[in-house]
């Protein structure tokens, strides 16, 4: 994606917070920043979604789980797009944050479907080929 430079105006006391944010994640000023608007417009466009940080750095999750937006999707697609399966699997999910899900979905296919092939991509060979220490010790 091509970027334009544009010039604005924020409080000192944003441009410090994004500063230390950009310190401690070790990412410069522009990056942070620009990663913080992507956020912001995602959520506005789809409210009830939020980005927090994991293991695997920020991804979208539903308000108020630890429920990553391509989880749903994943489960979603394995009960063949069946939206009552759905919602009986996340039965503790309400209608408003399953609906959320799948609209982030509709907005962010390419980022969902490359988060569901990550997870697809984790064999257990591929496991004990990256991580040779949990195979079990031979006798």
């Keep these: 994606m091509a970027s334009i430079q544009k010039s604005m105006r924020i409080p000192e006391e944003m441009l410090e917070g994004i500063q230390v944010i950009?310190?401690?994640?070790?990412?410069?000023f522009s990056t942070v920043t620009k990663e913080f608007l992507e956020e912001a417009i995602k959520m506005h466009r789809c409210p009830g979604i939020v980005f927090n940080a994991g293991v695997h750095g920020r991804r979208a999750r539903i308000a108020g789980t630890g429920i990553e937006v391509w989880e749903i999707?994943?489960?979603?697609?394995?009960?063949?797009?069946?939206?009552?399966?759905?919602?009986?699997?996340?039965?503790?999910?309400?209608e408003p944050q399953l609906?959320?899900?799948?609209?982030?979905?509709?907005?962010?296919?390419?980022?969902?479907?490359?988060?569901?092939e990550q997870n697809e991509a984790w064999t257990p060979k591929h496991v004990s080929e990256t991580f040779p220490?949990?195979?079990?010790?031979?006798?």
């Design 22 to 28: 950009a310190r401690e994640r070790n990412m410069d």
């Design 99 to 116: 609906r959320n899900a799948l609209a982030y979905y509709r907005l962010y296919p390419d980022e969902i479907t490359h988060l569901i």
């Design 73 to 94: 999707i994943a489960a979603y697609k394995s009960l063949d797009e069946d939206y009552g399966r759905l919602q009986a699997a996340f039965h503790w999910l309400s």
């Design 133 to 139: 220490f949990l195979a079990g010790s031979a006798a």
